[in-house]
């Protein structure tokens, strides 16, 4: 078998920030990460390509260039964990031990619990921002249904919760909207909003800003509104509500897909009842494992599953990883940041970000962004800034550019 002090499982955000922070901690530490994408996704991005500001290829780079230097890069998938041996077994049957094990799996979308969904994305007016590939057609029906005017109905929708970036169902709608305003033809649209839960935004702060949003596009909210089965060839939506069940036609589907823990966690004595990783909620350490970590989207840590929690995630887990190499105990402490940029209109974000219990948290002094309120300078660092801070600080452990207070 093949052994390395230090495993990463999984080089999306939170895996590769963390090998990157360990190796500018300890550039000689033997650390190995196993992803089988030759493609690295800064899926912040997508929703900013479904409202036509980014081109695709500005969320995207080779596996190969965001992998740290010092670091041996498995490719492959792993197929199970085996936490009582340290070891994990590869889809290829080969066995990797490990010292200390890092688990960053992410989440698993679940298209197929919406019935018809995945076949009809992609075409007749069906899409979703949670695919690289159909980020693009949402901007491209955004104009169709413009270039068309009159009566169109767009329906976005929000699964229930957990999900990663919670408001990006809704960021998808704004940016929509915000286009169709624009062009004055906003005013003969329907825009429904079905969300499977019952508020627009988990932390109470930032909800009057997008209630008056809502308003402003003249959008019919719909809470405790699931989407269950899709039709595309006749454009047909149907939902299950407290009333029964509902159909509705549309000219624009946004649909957000139900998400789980990735499987092959859940399969192990890794995860929770919920299929993940079953960490300490400020250490990150396993409750079970001591020699195991996890953090981002596929661990039980009950934050909003944000990059902007990977990044302040990331530096905790390699300190502690380093300690549990040590011998010692762990003594970094994550707090629970979290953070979305709410894009209301094109030009305007309202930037929540909060930690553990839904404590608002800005990072940034009041007179520059007020994190509650609409703001321009905001929407700048959404589409300016946060993208080089991504690729070039927290995927490169460069922690002085990405100060202790995260701004993904
Ligand atoms: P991922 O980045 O998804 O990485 C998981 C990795 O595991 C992948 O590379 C995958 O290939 C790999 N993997 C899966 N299975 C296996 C296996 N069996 N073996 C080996 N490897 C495997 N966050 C923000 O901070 N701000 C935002 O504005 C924002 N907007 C978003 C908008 C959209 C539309 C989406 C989809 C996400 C958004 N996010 C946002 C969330 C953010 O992208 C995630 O929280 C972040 O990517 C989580 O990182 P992760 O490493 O846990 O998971």
Same mark, same amino acid.
């Given at each position: 078998?093949?052994?390395?002090?230090?495993? /990463? /499982?999984? %080089?999306?955000?939170?895996?590769?920030?963390?090998?990157?922070?360990?190796?500018?901690?300890?550039?000689?530490?033997?650390?190995?990460?196993?992803?089988?994408?030759?493609?690295? &996704? &800064?899926?912040?991005g997508f929703t900013m390509v479904g409202g036509g500001v980014f081109k695709p290829a500005d969320t995207v780079?080779?596996?190969?260039?965001?992998?740290?230097?010092?670091? *041996?890069?498995?490719?492959?998938?792993?197929?199970?964990?085996?936490? =009582?041996?340290?070891?994990?077994?590869?889809?290829?049957?080969?066995?990797?031990?490990?010292?200390?094990?890092?688990?960053?799996?992410?989440?698993?979308?679940? !298209?197929?619990?919406?019935?018809?969904l995945?076949a009809a994305l992609g075409r007749n007016g069906v899409t979703s921002n949670y695919r690289y590939d159909l980020a693009p057609y949402t901007w491209q029906l955004v104009q169709e249904l413009k270039a068309r005017g009159g009566?169109q109905r767009a329906l976005f929708t929000?699964?229930?919760?957990?999900?990663?970036?919670?408001?990006a169902p809704?960021k998808a709608m704004y940016l929509s909207c915000s286009e169709w305003e624009k062009a004055?033809v906003l005013?003969?649209f329907?825009v429904?909003?079905?969300?499977? %839960?019952?508020?627009?935004? %988990?932390?109470?702060?930032?909800?009057?800003?997008?209630?008056? *949003?809502?308003?402003?596009?003249?959008? =019919?909210?719909?809470?405790?509104? *699931?989407?269950?089965?899709v039709?595309g060839p006749?454009r047909?939506a149907?939902?299950?509500?407290?009333?029964?069940?509902?159909?509705?036609?549309f000219d624009m589907l946004h649909a957000v897909?139900?998400?789980?823990?990735?499987?092959?966690?859940?399969?192990?004595?890794?995860?929770?009842?919920?299929? &993940?990783?079953?960490?300490?909620?400020?250490? $990150?350490?396993?409750?079970?494992?001591?020699?195991?970590?996890?953090?981002?989207?596929?661990?039980? *840590?009950?934050?909003?599953?944000?990059?902007?929690?990977?990044?302040?995630?990331?530096?905790?887990?390699?300190?502690?990883?380093?300690?549990?190499?040590?011998?010692?105990?762990?003594?970094?402490?994550?707090?629970?940041?979290?953070?979305?940029?709410?894009t209301?209109?094109r030009?305007?974000?309202?930037?929540?970000?909060?930690?553990?219990?839904?404590? /608002?948290?800005?990072?940034?002094?009041? !007179?520059?962004?007020?994190?509650?309120?609409?703001?321009?300078?905001?929407?700048?660092?959404?589409?300016?800034?946060?993208?080089?801070? &991504?690729?070039?600080?927290? $995927?490169?452990?460069?922690? !002085? $550019?990405?100060?202790?207070?995260?701004?993904?």
């Open positions: 078998d093949a052994h390395h002090r230090v495993l /990463v /499982v999984g %080089g999306g955000s939170a895996g590769i920030a963390t090998a990157a922070s360990l190796l500018k901690r300890d550039c000689g530490l033997d650390l190995a990460v196993i992803e089988p994408s030759d493609d690295h &996704y &800064y899926q912040p780079r080779k596996t190969a260039k965001v992998m740290p230097r010092g670091a *041996t890069w498995i490719r492959a998938s792993v197929a199970r964990f085996e936490p =009582d041996d340290n070891a994990v077994v590869l889809c290829d049957g080969k066995r990797v031990t490990y010292d200390v094990l890092v688990v960053a799996l992410g989440n698993r979308l679940a !298209w197929e619990q919406v019935e018809g995945e009566a929000q699964p229930p919760m957990p999900i990663k970036c919670a408001g809704q004055g005013d003969g329907e429904e909003f079905h969300n499977a %839960g019952g508020v627009l935004f %988990g932390v109470p702060e930032y909800v009057p800003a997008l209630m008056e *949003t809502v308003e402003r596009y003249g959008i =019919d909210l719909k809470f405790g509104s *699931t989407l269950v089965a039709d006749s047909q149907t939902f299950r509500t407290e009333a029964g069940e509902v159909t509705r036609g897909p139900p998400q789980v823990g990735n499987p092959v966690v859940a399969g192990s004595a890794l995860a929770d009842a919920g299929g &993940y990783v079953e960490v300490d909620q400020n250490t $990150l350490r396993h409750v079970r494992y001591a020699n195991a970590f996890g953090l981002g989207d596929g661990c039980s *840590t009950g934050n909003a599953k944000t990059a902007a929690a990977a990044r302040k995630q990331a530096p905790v887990a390699a300190v502690n990883v380093l300690a549990a190499l040590a011998g010692k105990e762990p003594c970094a402490s994550y707090d629970g940041y979290g953070s979305c940029p709410l209301v209109d030009g305007h974000i309202v930037l929540a970000e909060f930690t553990y219990g839904g404590k /608002v948290a800005p990072s940034l002094p009041k !007179w520059l962004i007020e994190g509650t309120r609409p703001s321009r300078l905001a929407w700048h660092l959404k589409a300016d800034a946060l993208p080089p801070i &991504y690729w070039h600080g927290m $995927l490169k452990g460069r922690e !002085w $550019l990405v100060p202790p207070a995260p701004l993904l």
